[in-house]
């Protein structure tokens, strides 16, 4: 059957294809329907953290799909109760409480209407090169042009400023500014990592001027960066976390982590399908894996490895190496599609992020060997 073929003439053309129908994943690894081999350095964009189908993970989603799959947020579910807990647990101490929903997107929406009936104010102050989501209040707090000019006007009470620049930074927070968010490392934007000046700054505006801090972990969340969650490398205490992407290995799930700050009342906000329990149990299990093979000191074990691997030969094509834990960005000298394509055609897939970055996310659990391959081709490619 050409399953190609199909999504060509019943899928909307939204997404650059690459010429592979994937049916199979292993830890590191993904297989196409002709057998071939793939390194993964994309990890779903930032999910497979634990790797593709790990045992654990895909017994617990098994077990739960023959116990009970959906029930709805009126009523007490026993794997969303553990979840909530093992969150919060797992989460910066300011955090007591989380909303559960269906991805990053929706975990940002509802930080955002959770900000203004919190704070009474409309504002938001987010960085240029952030990204944040699809949907219109997450769009909206996205700078990039291309993400947001086609669907204007769009919700008004944004403003943008350049990620580093304290002063730029000073100058916009308002006393109508509900709250301040920031990626503390762009993913999307480049692999652009906030100093950590920076970011204590960010903490210490807000604070004074009583607006909210949103740390959006979508991407870094889960061990990507070498600590459970970014905000533990600057010991940061955010008002409101949104995190999704890793936290359940492929189920869709998304989730918004609040603080005592927050005060919302019944009926302000819903959803139908977040803290289903398939996605819950699936949540659960990733997160064991997570904390009990010490996952997040793994990416920065194999980060480490792979940045010095990688510099052991000149790179004449790349301009700078960005990392935090196993979240890389090559900056290149010309376009990173043809690198992309020709990494592929040797069995890796790598990601872009923007025209001219590299960027690679690969699953926590990659070995030494794998990473050795995938250096040798990039080696190979951009020396």
Same mark, same amino acid.
């Given at each position: 059957?050409?399953?190609?073929?199909?999504?060509?003439?019943?899928?909307?053309?939204?997404?650059?294809? +690459?010429?592979?129908?994937?049916?199979?994943?292993?830890?590191?690894?993904?297989?196409?329907?002709?057998?071939?081999?793939?390194?993964?350095?994309?990890?779903?964009?930032?999910?497979?953290?634990?790797?593709?189908?790990?045992?654990?993970?895909?017994?617990?989603?098994?077990?739960?799909?023959?116990?009970?799959?959906?029930?709805?947020?009126?009523?007490?579910?026993?794997?969303?109760?553990?979840?909530? !807990?093992?969150?919060?647990?797992?989460?910066?101490?300011?955090?007591?409480?989380?909303? $559960?929903?269906?991805?990053?997107?929706?975990?940002? !929406?509802?930080?955002?209407?959770?900000?203004?009936?919190?704070?009474?104010?409309?504002?938001?102050?987010?960085?240029?090169?952030?990204?944040?989501?699809?949907?219109?209040?997450?769009?909206?707090?996205?700078?990039?042009?291309?993400?947001?000019?086609?669907?204007?006007?769009?919700?008004?009470?944004?403003?943008?400023?350049?990620?580093?620049?304290?002063?730029?930074?000073?100058?916009?927070?308002?006393?109508?500014?509900?709250?301040?968010?920031?990626?503390?490392?762009?993913?999307?934007?480049?692999?652009?990592?906030?100093?950590?000046?920076?970011?204590?700054?960010? +903490?210490?505006?807000?604070?004074?001027?009583?607006?909210?801090?949103?740390?959006?972990?979508?991407?870094?969340?889960?061990?990507?960066?070498?600590?459970?969650?970014?905000? !533990?490398?600057?010991?940061?205490?955010?008002?409101?976390?949104?995190?999704?992407?890793?936290?359940?290995?492929?189920?869709?799930?998304?989730?918004?982590?609040?603080?005592?700050?927050?005060?919302? !009342?019944?009926?302000?906000?819903?959803?139908?399908?977040?803290?289903?329990?398939?996605?819950?149990?699936?949540?659960?299990?990733?997160?064991?894996?997570?904390?009990?093979?010490?996952?997040?000191?793994?990416?920065?074990?194999?980060?480490?490895?792979?940045?010095?691997?990688?510099?052991?030969?000149? $790179?004449?094509?790349?301009?700078?190496?960005?990392?935090?834990?196993?979240?890389?960005?090559?900056?290149?000298?010309?376009?990173?599609?043809?690198?992309?394509?020709?990494?592929?055609?040797?069995?890796?897939?790598?990601?872009?992020?923007?025209?001219?970055?590299?960027? $690679?996310?690969?699953?926590?659990?990659?070995?030494?060997?794998?990473?050795?391959?995938?250096?040798?081709?990039?080696?190979? $490619?951009?020396?």
């Amino acid at each position: 059957m050409d399953y190609q073929q199909l999504e060509q003439q019943y899928g909307l053309a939204l997404y650059p294809k +690459r010429d592979a129908v994937l049916v199979r994943g292993n830890g590191a690894l993904l297989f196409d329907d002709q057998g071939r081999e793939y390194i993964d350095c994309a990890a779903g964009i930032g999910v497979a953290n634990v790797g593709h189908c790990h045992p654990k993970v895909v017994a617990a989603l098994q077990q739960q799909a023959e116990s009970l799959m959906v029930v709805p947020n009126t009523l007490y579910n026993d794997k969303r109760s553990l979840l909530l !807990e093992k969150l919060v647990a797992l989460a910066p101490d300011s955090i007591n409480r989380a909303f $559960l929903c269906n991805s990053g997107t929706e975990a940002v !929406e509802a930080a955002l209407k959770f900000a203004r009936v919190s704070t009474g104010r409309t504002g938001f102050v987010t960085a240029m090169r952030g990204f944040h989501g699809r949907t219109m209040g997450a769009v909206s707090a996205t700078f990039t042009k291309k993400y947001r000019d086609p669907f204007a006007p769009l919700i008004p009470g944004f403003s943008y400023v350049p990620l580093n620049k304290i002063d730029k930074l000073d100058a916009a927070i308002t006393d109508d500014t509900a709250a301040v968010m920031l990626e503390l490392v762009q993913g999307e934007g480049g692999v652009n990592i906030a100093s950590a000046e920076y970011i204590a700054a960010a +903490r210490e505006l807000c604070t004074q001027r009583g607006a909210l801090l949103i740390v959006d972990e979508i991407q870094t969340g889960f061990g990507r960066t070498g600590c459970n969650f970014a905000c !533990e490398h600057h010991d940061l205490q955010p008002d409101m976390m949104t995190v999704a992407k890793a936290v359940a290995a492929g189920v869709p799930m998304g989730a918004t982590l609040l603080s005592e700050k927050i005060k919302v !009342e019944p009926g302000m906000h819903g959803t139908t399908f977040g803290g289903n329990p398939i996605a819950c149990a699936t949540a659960l299990a990733t997160i064991d894996v997570l904390i009990d093979e010490d996952l997040a000191a793994r990416a920065q074990h194999c980060g480490e490895y792979l940045e010095r691997t990688l510099m052991s030969a000149p $790179l004449s094509q790349v301009r700078a190496i960005r990392r935090q834990g196993l979240m890389i960005g090559l900056e290149l000298k010309g376009k990173v599609q043809p690198v992309l394509e020709s990494l592929m055609a040797e069995g890796i897939i790598a990601l872009p992020a923007g025209a001219t970055v590299l960027r $690679l996310l690969p699953p926590l659990v990659i070995d030494e060997p794998q990473i050795d391959k995938v250096v040798s081709q990039l080696h190979r $490619l951009l020396a």
